[in-house]
């Protein structure tokens, strides 16, 4: 399957929109979660990874997202959340290069209607949020003066409405990616 470039999706990387939970959230979940689609207009590779048992991974340095199942990227498994959390959540795992001084942005939303993925850094102990930032520099894991390349683990809740097809994209000064998942039970 090829993937069809970012632009064509109608969401501009430059802009941060940033959506509250009020009387007017565009987040409105549904009851049940369907199916993970298997129509979505694209959908990103992951690829065997050797860390701690990882099975499979999604894009490349300085950041990697473990959590997808299958040669394509799909997330399923999700509970229903708790209020006033909303939606349908799964814990995804960020794999970061611990010898990256910079920071690593992250905001997503499903590919259809631009209905925002919410994040939540600690379960059920804040407000979901729909960007949040990393920074991977770890001084006390990487020697950061060669390319050793150690990995360091960290996680986020990613709260969906309904079961879609979604883009995660991460950016950082020098670059960024974008993976396109289908999302559901």
């Known amino acids: ?18 959506w509250t939970l009020g009387d007017s959230s565009p987040f409105i979940p549904s009851a049940t979660l369907g ?5 979505c207009p694209a959908i990103s590779q992951t690829y065997p990874f ?25 997330l399923t498994n999700f509970n229903h959340a708790r ?5 349908w959540y799964k814990r995804i795992f960020l794999l970061t290069e611990t010898n990256y001084a910079g920071t690593v942005t992250f905001h997503g ?6 209905t925002p993925i919410w994040f939540g850094m600690k379960q059920h102990s804040q407000v979901p949020i729909t960007t949040f930032t990393v920074l991977p520099l770890n001084s006390s894991v990487s020697n950061y003066t060669g390319s050793d390349e150690e990995w360091g683990l960290s996680t986020a809740t990613l709260y969906i409405p309904r079961a879609g097809c979604y883009f ?9 990616w ?5 999302a559901g039970r």
Do not use: C, Q
């Not at 199916?35 to 129509?39: L, N, V």
């Not at 050797?50 to 340095?61: D, H, I, L, M, V």
């Open 50 to 74: 050797e860390f701690k048992g990882t099975p499979r991974a999604a894009r490349s340095s300085p950041v990697l997202i473990i959590g997808f199942g299958g040669p394509h990227a799909i």
């Open 35 to 39: 199916p993970a689609p298997d129509d």
């Open 83 to 87: 209020p006033p959390e909303i939606g």
């Open 168 to 176: 995660l994209m991460a950016t950082w000064p020098e670059g960024g």
């Open 109 to 114: 939303a499903e590919l259809h209607d631009g």
């Open 178 to 182: 974008v993976v396109f998942f289908a």
């Open 1 to 18: 399957m090829t993937a069809t470039p970012v632009d064509s999706y109608g969401f501009n990387a430059k802009e941060e929109t940033i």
